[in-house]
């Protein structure tokens, strides 16, 4: 992420879940495409999804990118994918939150 983006969220004083809703709120297309990515790689056969690799995806694949989608957000999604679809826990692999 650039140094300038960094330093605005820094002086912004926003945690990263206050970031994440502020993002998620006005880009709901990009959940929208990750549960779709999940899904079907799932249904490929695959038991584990990583987010990480998810995010590079949509960052190639959506026509203009996707600006503010930040590596910080990852296990945020996964927690909110857990939450719509408990079906899908074991695929991702949660650590404890250091922060909010």
């Known amino acids: 992420m650039p140094t300038?983006?960094?330093e605005t969220n820094r002086a912004s004083?926003?945690?990263?879940?206050e970031q994440f809703h502020a993002f998620d709120a006005h880009?709901?297309?990009?959940y929208r495409a990750l549960e779709r990515m999940v899904a079907r790689r799932l249904a490929a056969g695959a038991t584990r999804v990583s987010l990480k690799d998810l995010f590079e995806d949509l960052r190639r694949h959506l026509p203009y990118g996707v600006a503010g989608l930040?590596?910080?957000?990852?296990?945020?999604?996964?927690r909110r994918l857990i939450?719509?679809?408990?079906?899908?826990?074991?695929?991702?692999?949660?650590?404890?939150?250091?922060?909010a």
């Open 27 to 30: 880009n709901s297309h990009v």
């Open 83 to 99: 939450e719509d679809h408990p079906h899908w826990a074991g695929a991702f692999e949660l650590r404890r939150r250091r922060a």
């Open 4 to 6: 300038a983006v960094l």
């Open 13 to 17: 004083g926003r945690t990263t879940t």
């Open 70 to 78: 930040n590596n910080n957000f990852t296990a945020l999604y996964a």
